[in-house]
């Protein structure tokens, strides 16, 4: 049966006019053998009142006021005439479907009049001429009902239309949100890091200009090192957000895991940072969602340590792979208080990119003072991959 269903929905989508051609003829059909016609003028009333149904879609308020006429013309000519007149009130209800379908709950005195002109029809022009009062009766508020029904239906699947229609907005809004606020995130990561290994290279050659020109050449080549792989970085974003538009598409699957992280360490050490790196396992064949995230963590952790810490802090990043996780630890120490270490104007927006970053998989962030300087410690299920692939499409930037 839903087969049938969807084909008559297919057939309805691709000949929209030759389905109203067949069900307006099934209609008249129906009325034409209902009521004996035999006619002129009744085979004409059948044919103005089918012909409305023919403009249901485009004008269903008009096709239906069209067909009420016919109605009252029939009910005022049983009476005086012996006419043989359709019973008409079908194609009457598939017309009220049509406009409670288009218009919703809007009209509601209208169609109250129109189901009380239609019920009253009936029982002025039954479909037997020689029924009696209790039939009349009977069969105008059949006819009534009917026709209020056939409203409710069609009022009902345009509700019901309209809500799904609305939380498909509302989806597509999360989704933007939800989108925005991850290349947000890309952004901060991308900019942040880069522009804090570049002020600290940028304070260094400053200083070694005039006692260590090499150490400035250096210095300024790392600057420069450091703003291209910003623009690397940034126009790939930058095409993601123009996929739509592009015919090729840009790679929605990350360009930066496990093994950007030695460039990354390269780059602070060029800044003048100290950093061990060790890692346990083998990564490479973790999701490169998961990797973009170990990369990201590793990389904001280490932009604080500079930003916040400063040159002379120690910073030992360790990543560890087992059967069931990924453990991130980036820890710094420093000479100075532990309530200066870490100190600064900074929004936060950091450790909750990070954290937000860990829990997209199923994982954990913590991140706090220690006795001489900050540890972020991360803990990603290897696993939560799925998790993240259902979210972002398979990957991300």
Known sequence: MSGLLRWVRAFDRRHP????????????????????????IGIALCLVVGGATLWRRRTPQRALAVALGGVIVIA????????????????????????????????LIRMAVVVAVTGLAAFVAPADSTSGMPDRVYS???????????????????????????QREHAARAAVAAERSRITRELHDIIGHNLSVMISLATGGVVAVQNAPRDAERAFEAIG???RASMHEMRHVLEVLRFDESPAGAPLTPNLGIGGVDDLVESVRGAGLRVRLERVGSLD????????????????????????????????????RDDLQVLVRVEDSNAAPVQVCHSGPGSGQGIVGMRGRAEAFGGTLAAGPTAFGWR??????????????????????
């Open 140 to 166: 105008s508020f059949a006819v009534a009902a009917m026709c209020a029904t056939a409203f409710l239906g069609g009022v009902h699947i345009h509700l019901q239309r309209r809500r799904v229609s609305e």
């Open 225 to 227: 090192n450091a703003g």
């Open 376 to 397: 972020v410690v991360a803990s990603i299920p290897i696993s939560g991959h799925r998790e993240w692939s259902d979210r972002h499409g398979g990957g991300g930037v």
């Open 17 to 40: 006019l030759w389905w109203d051609l067949v069900v307006a003829l099934v209609l008249m059909v129906i009325s034409a053998n209902g009521s004996g016609l035999r006619d002129g």
């Open 285 to 320: 064949d973790i999701s490169g969602g998961i990797q973009l995230a170990v990369y990201r963590i590793v990389q904001e952790a280490l932009t604080n340590t500079l930003r916040y810490a400063g040159e002379s802090a120690q910073v030992s990043v360790s990543i560890e």
């Open 76 to 107: 005022l000519l049983t009476p005086l005439t012996d006419l043989d007149l359709p019973w008409v009130y079908p194609m009457v209800w598939l017309l009220v479907f049509n406009v409670g379908l288009r218009h919703g709950d809007r009209g």
